[in-house]
């Protein structure tokens, strides 16, 4: 019995950061505005579930499998980015700085959540060093606790394949001002410091 | 050649409040949720559109048509409450202190922004007025500029009806604290006091 509104105000607020009032808002912008607009939110909604998987290589999202970055014979094979999330990867890409391939952990080390190695996409990435064409391994998880511990756990476990690897630069963020970022990161900007001339 | 994740994003961001990031993390929320969760959200998207239609006696959005507060047969006729918008009706509601009708205007007066009497629903008031079983009209429109200046309109046009006008008390929220609120408030608190012994 419950109407086409309070339905969607309900539906909306299951999204995180969505409380019942935003929620509320969205509801009555979607009512309001054209409905070609509900249409193709609906119709993204409900295509986005249907169409996109998991990228059997990387283990990113695409639709076609392998995904754009392992089909693209573009990007440089030596060069594997192993990121957390999916996310990770697009941010990446938007920094358009790097032209390599990514790997896709899907999550990071979490001992308390009991998240190991087992949970992560760890296995397939150990089946993929045997491709030989893979020279460096960029480890970009997350500056967290868990980032870091993933990273170092990748480090021991990658040692003995003698590829090259390497970790992103951590240190000040442009446009960041000093006065304003914690001590770790002033700490770790200092250590990497970068010869200029 | 839009992949599904960016259209979604797309999309979602087309909302009020929700920028490309927000947008970014519900998108990922909606991918990652069970299926039954995208289905149900799509589908209340569409159904709200196809479902919901203005009542064509006080024009709250309704599937049937009167409404339910103007079916209801419980509901005080001679109680007529105006509102400026659907939302507020539901605010009212929610507070589950008044137990008459109402009528849902769709806006206020804002001569900048090109919106006259005509635009609102006032023609279709004055037309309910001929009902006789009305006694009272509370007037709570919101207590913005335009909010009073639209109850001040009111009150003029239907002084010739012979009603009991009201307007809702403004004051202190409750929870308020005097130190932080607008003079404005303050000033209509002590204006409007009330009698306690």
Tied chains: 1, 2.
Excluded: W
Aim: glycine residues 6%; proline residues 5%; contains cysteine.
């Amino acid at each position: 019995m419950q109407n086409p509104l309070a339905k969607l105000v309900n539906e909306l607020s299951k999204l995180p950061g969505i409380g019942e009032r935003t929620a509320t808002r969205l509801a009555f912008y979607i009512l309001r505005a054209p409905s070609q607009y509900a249409q193709a939110l609906s119709q993204a909604i409900s295509e986005i579930k249907n169409k996109i998987r998991l990228c059997s290589v990387c283990f990113n999202l695409t639709e076609a499998d392998p995904c754009q970055f392992c089909q693209n014979e573009g990007r440089d094979k030596a060069l594997l980015c192993i990121v957390e999330e999916p996310q990770d990867l697009l941010a990446i890409e938007k920094s358009g700085t790097f032209r390599g391939r990514y790997h896709i952990l899907h999550g990071v080390l979490s001992p308390l959540e009991g998240i190991g190695p087992e949970q992560l996409k760890i296995k397939e990435l150990l089946r993929r060093l045997q491709d030989s064409s893979i020279q460096e391994i960029i480890l970009a998880t997350n500056s967290s606790v868990e980032g870091e511990a993933t990273a170092l756990y990748l480090v021991k476990l990658l040692k003995p394949f003698a590829l090259k690897l390497t970790r992103i630069a951590h240190g000040i963020p442009m446009g960041g001002d000093l006065e304003y970022l914690d001590v770790m990161t002033i700490g770790s900007a200092i250590e990497n410091r970068v010869v200029v001339s």
